[in-house]
């Protein structure tokens, strides 16, 4: 810390003069951002050491803020304490305003970072019932805030919608009977659209090996027994069935000659 040291040199009006200007040297050190200087207030006297304390009481203050948003901005921005907020005191006036301001930003800038983690952390626990909020305090988000947060949410309507349909699907399929189920998701492109594809194609698969063994089955029942089941390779469980369809209706077919 620098300190100006005034002197009096037995000539009172002589000091004077140099107390303020050893005031007025560091007031410009300080605008050029120096907060380490100060004056001393030994050999000063009435104003002019009143005058000094109060630079010094300025200037320290100044030091203070700074080392506070220096402190928090470490802590927030690189040691991802995001509940962290800059304090200094006394909170007075224009002092307070600048702490408060501080603070607001780092509201603003930690907020979407918080609801991202919630929402993120909802999906990958399997519930796909949460948005992102876009409003802080009644305040509408904005900018790329907004354009982050609105990708979030249209991410996970898109899983909401992929779950939906699957879900209904091998419902219909599956449980209920309702052959011909295929799913539809509206705007799905890229990986969205291929695993909506395989699941249709799944479906599909399945209805065809259903619809075709009951065809087969009903036409041995009538006593035709040149029907076969059509060869389906990518499905495991045709292959794994349709020769023991085949050699039942082949064997049937030779006790009748």
């Not at 620098?2 to 560091?26: I, P």
């Not at 800059?86 to 501080?102: C, E, R, T």
């Not at 929402?119 to 354009?147: I, N, T, W, Y």
Request: charged share 25%.
């Amino acid at each position: 810390m620098a300190t100006l040291v005034t002197s009096t040199n037995g000539d009172g009006k002589r000091g004077t003069d140099v107390g303020r200007r050893q005031v007025l040297a560091a007031l410009r050190s300080m605008a050029k951002g120096d907060f380490s200087i100060r004056v001393s207030t030994d050999r000063l006297r009435g104003i002019d050491a009143e005058l000094a304390e109060a630079f010094n009481d300025v200037v320290t203050q100044n030091a203070q803020l700074l080392a506070e948003v220096e402190r928090v901005s470490s802590v927030v921005g690189r040691e991802g304490r995001i509940a962290e907020r800059a304090d200094l005191y006394p909170k007075v006036g224009a002092w307070a305003a600048h702490v408060k301001s501080v603070n607001t930003l780092i509201d603003d800038l930690t907020h979407p970072i918080a609801e991202t983690s919630r929402v993120l952390g909802s999906v990958a626990r399997g519930d796909l019932s949460q948005q992102m909020v876009l409003e802080v305090e009644g305040r509408p988000l904005k900018g790329e805030f907004l354009r982050a947060s609105q990708t979030i949410n249209a991410m996970v309507d898109q899983l909401n919608s992929f779950a939906f349909e699957v879900t209904r699907v091998a419902r219909e399929v599956g449980s209920e009977g309702k052959l011909g189920g295929q799913a539809s998701v509206p705007g799905v492109a890229g990986t969205w659209k291929d695993l909506t594809d395989s699941v249709n194609s799944m479906a599909g698969n399945l209805t065809s090996q259903v619809r075709n063994t009951a065809e087969v089955t009903t036409a041995v029942a009538n006593g035709d027994f040149s029907k076969r089941l059509p060869s389906m390779p990518r499905a495991k469980s045709c292959s794994s069935k349709t020769p023991s369809i085949r050699w039942s209706t082949n064997s049937t077919a030779l006790l009748r000659k």
